[in-house]
């Protein structure tokens, strides 16, 4: 009787063990998914950042830290800002309400002269033939990628 008690605590162990073990490495496996980004979100990155390289680098520079010259119709001599640094310059948190709002508005008018930052919302709205579902994905992407080049 004590050998058949001993056989069914050592299964139990055994068996709680094992499960234990499944638990884990789901649980890693899981975690490790969470991660990698899914397929959708690396599509979208990709698309932010091709849409960057096309139409915002040539001010931003490549590497988005504002190494691009400002617009030739510009009378500022300052360099266009480190697209890097954005969530630096706001406390430690990436600022996506407004660089959603600069890129589907604009820049606010300074008081002489024309705003030197293309507002996207109303270019994106033309080549889409206003289709807002798809403004609002471009700009999302875009979003996006810049979030995803922010300095650590």
């Given at each position: 009787?004590?050998?058949?008690?001993?056989?069914?605590?050592?299964?139990?162990?055994?068996?709680?063990?094992?499960?234990?073990?499944?638990?884990?490495?789901?649980?890693?496996?899981?975690?490790?998914?969470?991660?990698?980004?899914?397929?959708?979100?690396?599509?979208?990155?990709?698309?932010?950042?091709?849409?960057?390289?096309?139409?915002c680098?040539?001010?931003?520079?490549n590497?988005?830290?504002?190494?691009?010259?400002?617009?030739?119709?510009?009378?500022?001599?300052?360099?266009?800002?480190?697209l890097?640094?954005?969530?630096?310059?706001?406390?430690g948190?990436?600022?996506?309400?407004?660089?959603?709002?600069?890129?589907?508005?604009?820049?606010?008018?300074?008081?002489?002269?024309?705003?030197?930052?293309?507002?996207?919302?109303?270019?994106?709205?033309?080549?889409?033939k206003?289709?807002?579902?798809?403004?609002?994905?471009?700009?999302?992407?875009?979003?996006?990628?810049?979030?995803?080049?922010?300095?650590?």
């Amino acid at each position: 009787m004590g050998t058949y008690r001993f056989r069914c605590s050592l299964a139990r162990i055994i068996g709680g063990l094992a499960t234990l073990w499944v638990l884990t490495a789901v649980n890693s496996d899981s975690s490790a998914a969470q991660q990698k980004p899914p397929e959708s979100e690396k599509s979208a990155l990709a698309g932010g950042a091709k849409f960057f390289k096309e139409n915002c680098a040539v001010c931003h520079g490549n590497d988005g830290k504002g190494s691009g010259p400002p617009p030739a119709s510009s009378s500022f001599t300052e360099l266009p800002p480190d697209l890097t640094t954005l969530a630096k310059r706001h406390d430690g948190k990436f600022p996506d309400a407004y660089v959603e709002s600069v890129l589907r508005n604009g820049v606010s008018m300074p008081d002489h002269g024309p705003a030197e930052m293309p507002v996207w919302g109303l270019i994106l709205k033309a080549t889409t033939k206003s289709d807002e579902a798809k403004v609002t994905q471009r700009i999302k992407s875009l979003t996006d990628y810049l979030r995803s080049i922010q300095e650590k």
